[in-house]
């Protein structure tokens, strides 16, 4: 115990300034994701405060951040919508932690693994393009479906598309020129320029482009009223100043909801894909690790699942591991977990005594963010790049992409699998079994598992071998051979001497071939 105090406490001076780039850099992206998902604003603070508090020591990852995730802005909004309430979605929240955690102890970490790269990267892409359709209108201060800050969204990116174009025409020129200046300022941070400058890249982005929005609107409130932001278009988070306001700013769940059956599809559902994002957003750390760390999976999803639960109890948004905050903490020079749990400390210390602050900074700068989130997740390059690996790849990563825009994302993803182990399967088949052949010599080998889905691929090569000729078949490489496969061999062998073919077995049970053959 005593040497684990030692070894944070030694890393202190690293630590804590990186746990101040990445409270700036999660504050905004909390409310920003909030905003999109459709939830009270306040509840992303509150996912960010557990995140970096409660998980941070719970995960077995030291470097890590976990906290509202963008990739599940998507089934958030679709989840109050049809569940009718925030407070009832916290139910499904909480479900989907007791299922992270069990699966966790079921030892369920290989998880992300199942999934095929062109379906993640296909999923993240469609998650991008709704973010980008859903967040257009925050940018451009459309007013017409506004019943409060966020009530805009609709049930998929489908339905969001007339909200799209609706918000193109009823643009409000001060939150556009808010908007189009804070996503400037975004693209040119991003720069190489602005990169090769140590002291420039340690200042956030999204810290600059908040600190724009603020200052604009105070300057136009003092010397030019008319082209001031309005309230309806600023965060609106209530002043606590006390720890006994907070606490009346928690909500719990809507347990009289327990009989409605879409409580357990949506948790099964957040629970799938927080635990996916999660997985896969720790993989990457552990690649970004400079002490090449390797986060345990299964106690991953236990802390996660933790992490949710509280936040349904609490009136959280749903937490996972994510990939951007983690990498800020990385490239600000974090070594432990203590950067994240001070990140979650500066979170719950500015929503007490800062929340006056807070409310001046207009949604535009939150949307802008999240338009430039959206950019990189869907960005035209990731589609000539899986265009270039050939149609394999880019067949189930843009059907995926569609499938989710056309229907939603549990659905579009279940496609989206559905294409890419067609694919899969089609590979298997082609390359498991292959025949060469030498003058009246032929060599037939499997490389891998042989399942019955090979047998006809079997059948067509031993076709292909001529009377009077020699037959070696190599099963050394397989490490499974399917019973169909090796009773498709048996009965080969039987006829084989009819036809003069002399067949050489390397690998292979004869044994288990005439006990398949019946004789």
């Known amino acids: 115990m005593k040497s684990q105090l030692n070894y944070y406490l030694s890393r202190l001076s690293a630590d804590l300034p990186a746990s101040i780039v990445v409270f700036l850099v999660a504050l905004p992206l909390c409310l920003g994701i909030a905003l999109a998902s459709g939830a009270p604003l306040f509840s992303g603070i509150i996912a960010g405060i557990v995140g970096g508090i409660v998980v941070a020591w719970a995960s077995g990852s ?303 700068c939150l949307a802008a963010i999240l338009l430039q989130t959206g950019f990189k997740l869907a960005k035209p390059a990731l589609f000539l790049e899986f265009y270039r690996k050939g149609w394999n790849q880019f067949l189930p990563f843009v059907i995926t992409v569609a499938a989710i825009l056309i229907t939603d994302l549990l659905q579009g993803i279940a496609i989206g699998m559905a294409c890419g182990f067609f694919f899969v399967l089609k590979a298997n088949y082609h390359e498991a079994i292959t025949l060469t052949e030498h003058g009246s010599s032929y060599l037939l080998r499997m490389h891998k598992d042989v399942s019955f889905l090979n047998k006809v691929l079997l059948r067509h090569c031993l076709e292909r071998v001529e009377d009077n000729s020699d037959l070696i078949i190599d099963g050394v490489r397989a490490g499974f051979i399917d019973h169909d496969i090796l009773e498709t061999i048996a009965e080969f062998m039987q006829v084989a001497p009819e036809r003069n073919i002399a067949v050489e077995l390397h690998g292979l049970n004869i044994d288990k071939l005439i006990r398949s053959s019946g004789h």
Request: hydrophobic share 50%.
């Open 62 to 364: 030291q470097l890590s951040v976990s906290g509202p995730a963008a990739g599940l802005t998507v089934i958030v909004a679709n989840g109050i919508e049809s569940l009718g309430s925030f407070a009832a979605f916290s139910l499904s929240l909480l479900c989907a932690g007791l299922l992270q955690i069990a699966l966790g102890f079921l030892n369920a970490g290989a998880i992300a693994a199942f999934f095929p790269a062109s379906v993640i990267k296909g999923m993240l892409a469609a998650i991008g393009l709704i973010l980008i359709i859903k967040q257009t209108p925050h940018a451009t201060g459309y007013d017409n479906s506004y019943t409060g800050d966020e009530s805009y969204m609709q049930e998929t990116a489908r339905s969001s598309f007339f909200e799209l174009f609706e918000s193109l025409r009823g643009i409000t020129p001060t939150v556009t020129l808010v908007s189009l200046v804070a996503l400037l300022i975004l693209i040119v941070w991003d720069s190489r320029l602005i990169k090769s400058v140590v002291w420039l890249r340690m200042i956030p982005a999204p810290l600059l482009a908040v600190i724009w929005g603020v200052s604009y609107n105070l300057l136009a409130i003092r010397y030019a009223p008319d082209w001031a932001i309005s309230t309806q278009h600023l965060v609106s988070l209530p002043e606590l100043g006390s720890t006994e306001a907070l606490i009346q700013q928690l909500s719990w769940p809507d347990f009289s909801q327990l009989a409605n059956r879409n409580i357990y599809k949506i948790g099964a559902t957040l629970a799938i894909i927080a635990s996916l994002e999660t997985l896969l957003s720790v993989e990457a750390v552990d690649k970004l690790d400079p002490y090449k760390r390797v986060t345990p999976n299964n106690r991953e999803l236990k802390a996660q699942g933790l992490g949710n639960m509280l936040c349904a109890l609490s009136g959280g948004l749903p937490i996972t591991a994510v990939i951007v905050r983690s990498s800020a903490n990385i490239n600000a020079g974090g070594q432990t977990r203590i950067a994240c749990f001070v990140h979650g400390i500066l979170l719950l210390i500015s929503v007490l005594f800062f929340a006056e602050q807070l409310n001046a900074i207009p949604l535009a």
